[in-house]
């Protein structure tokens, strides 16, 4: 009845592309350390159908939490900080929700539901290697699930990471969220004047960055202005 309920679950979160690596049905009875990491990078306010992927994400973390087991197991939820440029160090700006993996799922939950996004470009990497880490550290005998959220962008793909992880026998599940060619986001937004006087004109400057495989062609309204732009490819076109 275990493994059944397991392959129920597998297939309700199908439609998120999930994979499992280095899975086994002992994993399971030995009670888990699970740890989701969720990448918050601009791209990630991309919405489908009115739902951005950083929500999309949100929903099924609640999700992962709600099937755990709080006599058994454990949880630990990490987001991606921004990169850093200048410095060796990127786990500085990448912190868990809470310092160490915790039974207490509600209130993960609760924190988690309060996370916005954000502009800056999120570190996979960085993220990965934290939570695996602090996992490790803190599991005992439980076997070490990582679940990563993230749009899968090619230009931040954290294979190293990943790399690291499975050599230390984590199993991992990888939700690639939204269509690889349509992976569009605005940065830089800035208004001039800074402070924009009523009655009187303004300008609005953004950047808009493609990360998909293929050329996109993408809609920018203001307010009644409306922009339609064409933009290539590869990835990291803008």
């Keep these: 009845w275990l493994l059944r309920a397991l392959a129920l679950t597998l ?4 439609f998120a592309r999930p994979v499992w690596t280095d899975l086994s049905p002992a994993d399971v009875r030995q009670g888990r ?16 159908g009115g739902v951005s992927l950083f929500d999309q994400a949100k929903q099924i973390a609640q999700q992962q939490l709600q099937s ?20 060796s160090s990127q786990a500085a700006r990448t912190s868990p929700l809470l310092p160490e993996p915790s039974a207490h799922f509600s209130y993960l ?7 916005p996004a954000t502009h800056l470009r999120g570190d996979l990497n960085a993220a990965i290697d934290l939570a695996t880490q602090t996992a490790a550290a ?3 005998q439980r ?17 190293g990471a990943l790399h690291r992880s ?6 991992i599940k990888i939700h690639a969220l939204g269509r690889d060619d349509t ?45 339609i732009l064409t933009l290539p490819s590869p990835r990291g076109g803008s």
């Excluded at 350390?33 to 489908?48: F, G, H, K, N, P």
């Excluded at 755990?68 to 410095?87: K, N």
């Design 11 to 14: 297939v309700c979160l199908a």
């Design 33 to 48: 350390c699970l740890v989701i990491v969720m990448d918050r990078s601009a791209s990630m306010q991309r919405t489908e």
């Design 68 to 87: 755990l087991d709080p006599g058994r197991d454990l949880a630990l939820v990490v987001l991606t900080g921004p990169r850093e440029t200048g410095t």
């Design 109 to 115: 939950a609760t924190l988690l539901d309060a996370q």
């Design 138 to 140: 803190h599991a005992g």
């Design 143 to 159: 076997a070490v699930h990582l679940v990563l959220l993230t749009d899968a962008q090619q230009t931040t793909w954290p294979q």
């Design 166 to 171: 499975r050599s230390l026998g984590v199993a």
């Design 183 to 227: 992976n569009t986001a605005i940065r830089a937004v800035r208004v001039v004047p800074q402070r924009p006087v009523a009655g009187q004109p303004a300008q609005v400057h953004a950047h808009v960055h493609h990360h998909g495989e293929k050329t996109a062609t993408v809609t920018v309204r203001c307010n009644e202005q409306t922009q």
